[in-house]
């Protein structure tokens, strides 16, 4: 099993590597979720589409990367009730960034 166990070597250390370094798209989206803390207005409720509508992109893009901020504690969410659409998420961008610890899972 000495075999097994430099197997499982070879994979940690591939996938440390691998967490270590973004990928195109993940260091196109920190561009993108930096544009959207400076366009949005801080306080404001956004339902993913109007953001999508503000930043040019598809409603489901906007919604992950806004998920994205709320769990990096930039943004929170909230359901709200949209008449004829049911009950839909509104992201927040925050003023001051909150520690991802104090966000209740």
Do not use: C, H, W
């Not at 000495?2 to 798209?25: C, F, H, I, P, Y």
């Not at 979720?33 to 992109?57: N, Q, T």
């Not at 769990?71 to 991802?100: F, H, M, N, R, W």
């Amino acid at each position: 099993t000495s075999k097994a166990k430099e197997l499982v070597a070879g994979l940690d250390k591939r996938n440390a590597q691998k967490s270590a370094t973004m990928t195109k798209t993940q260091k196109e989206n920190e561009v993108l979720k930096a544009e959207m803390v400076e366009k949005l207005e801080k306080g404001k409720g956004y339902l993913a589409v109007e953001i999508a509508s503000v930043m040019g992109f598809s409603t489901s893009k906007a919604s992950a990367l806004a998920g994205q901020l709320v769990k990096s504690g930039k943004a929170t969410v909230a359901d709200v009730k949209v008449k004829g659409k049911g009950i839909q998420k509104s992201y927040t961008i925050l003023d001051e960034p909150i520690e991802v610890d104090d966000i209740a899972e």
